[in-house]
T-cell receptor
Framework: NAGVMQNPRHLVRRRGQEARLRCSPM?????VYWYRQLPEEGLKFMVY????????ESGMPKERFSAEFPKEGPSILRIQQVVRGDSAAYFC??????????????FGEGSRLTVL | QQQVKQSPQSLIVQKGGISIINCAYE??????FPWYQQFPGKGPALLIA?????SEKKEGRFTISFNKSAKQFSLHIMDSQPGDSATYFC???????????FGGGTRVLVKP
């Protein structure tokens, strides 16, 4: 059973470009979460999605960031007009149930975004 | 607002020693407290978890101690091994909640 798959693993963008990060959850998991990890910092919640629905986006910056989890295909985290402060590791996680039910999330290996 | 505070930020122990990581939380609505282990270049993975109605939970060399009145919990790694070198995150979640709130992480280095 394949784990959470994220791509690309590494992405370099220049300021002002767009970054698009993809996440395929584990088979059978319908709950997807995105977290951001800044260098030497912990993981910060960004958004929680189920198929075709954004359930909680309280951690998403109001501008330039968006996320989707379409009926078919992977979840996408999109960052428009990237700035140097967006440089971070972005982790996707999935679970078969809502987080609070078990406290367990299955994380991918992350996408490391570098903005030049 | 940092809802889960973790200390220390880094820790160096000798092989065979005990690693101790402490966390404190503010929100009494949290009711599940997992610990995650992250190796360099990898995503975090669940290590062990505890509910507040239990004061201690042990799995192999890993033990969580929980003090509900003090709103604190800690991870003890007994007989630490070089393979335990990783970053450890405490976390908290509400049973009715949707997201884990993580501490800032502790980088543990176990020297041979």
């Amino acid at each position: 059973n394949a784990g959470v798959m994220q791509n690309p693993r590494h992405l370099v963008r220049r300021r002002g470009q767009e970054a698009r990060l993809r996440c395929s959850p584990m088979k059978g998991h319908s709950h997807v979460y995105w977290y951001r990890q800044l260098p030497e910092e912990g993981l910060k919640f960004m958004v929680y999605l189920q198929k075709e629905n954004i359930i909680d986006e309280s951690g998403m910056p109001k501008e330039r960031f968006s996320a989707e989890f379409p009926k078919e295909g992977p979840s996408i985290l999109r960052i428009q007009q990237v700035v140097r402060g967006d440089s971070a590791a972005y982790f996707c996680a999935s679970s078969p149930l809502r987080t609070g039910a078990t406290g367990e999330l299955f994380f991918g290996e992350g996408s490391r975004l570098t903005v030049l | 607002q940092q809802q889960v505070k973790q200390s220390p930020q880094s820790l160096i122990v000798q092989k065979g020693g005990i690693s101790i990581i402490n966390c404190a939380y503010e929100n009494t609505a949290f009711d599940y407290f997992p610990w995650y282990q992250q190796f360099p270049g990898k995503g975090p993975a669940l290590l062990i978890a505890i509910r507040p109605d239990v004061s201690e939970k042990k799995e192999g060399r890993f033990t969580i101690s929980f003090n509900k009145s003090a709103k604190q919990f800690s991870l003890h790694i007994m007989d630490s091994q070089p393979g335990d070198s990783a970053t450890y995150f405490c976390a908290a979640v509400k049973a009715a909640g949707n997201k884990l709130t993580f501490g800032g992480g502790t980088r543990v280095l176990v020297k041979p």
